[in-house]
């Protein structure tokens, strides 16, 4: 499964980029908002720290404009996936976008049809939201499992990006379903790999090695 990293924090990006375990990025408004700065200053940035996917949101509502904002944000970089809202307007830019070779990640999709739909219009990415059906008491995760189901049932190329993670639990699930790419705010990617045996027992080894009086180098 690829890691993205949900935010347009640059200093975070940087610093999980250096591990060599992330594979993209997405952001969206309210991530620009919070970030504070010029949306393709920031966006430009990110791509130059990250070699995979950053999606960058288009807020225009009618297609033709939509496009419009696509192609500008592509213009940033190769890297770049316009990130498009599950609309009919969406949809169809997202056909027109991709038919350019554009790579296209169609977002806030809550349902199993309106999945269906963005892997007919050419979707490089769909997004399902888990934690904001969670916060509505429907299973997220059901959605990822049943996107996984009629992908695999009809060869769709479209990858399952799972979106609106909210924990490590969220994150072991979406690898156990079958999920594509999970995309993590920075928080919850760096808290995977914690536990608190791993700390205690590497504290016991070190301090065995102390006592032998040996250096390995
Ligand atoms: C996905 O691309 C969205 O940016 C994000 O995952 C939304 O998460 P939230 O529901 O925590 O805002």
Redesign the pocket.
Known sequence: MKFFV?TADTADIKELAATGLLDGV???P??ILKAGRPMKDVIAEICDLVEGPV?AEVTATEADAMIAEGRSLAAIADNIAV?LPLTLDGLKACRTLTDEGRMV?V?LCFSANQALLAAKAGASFI?P?I??LDDINIDGMDLIREIRIIYDNYGFETEI?A????SANHVKDCALVGADVA?V?PAVLKGLVKHPLTDKGLEQFLSDWAKTGQSIL
């Open positions: 949900d997405t952001t969206n309210s991530l999606s990130k990640n977002t997004s939201f934690g904001r990006l979106a609106s993670i909210r995309t705010p």
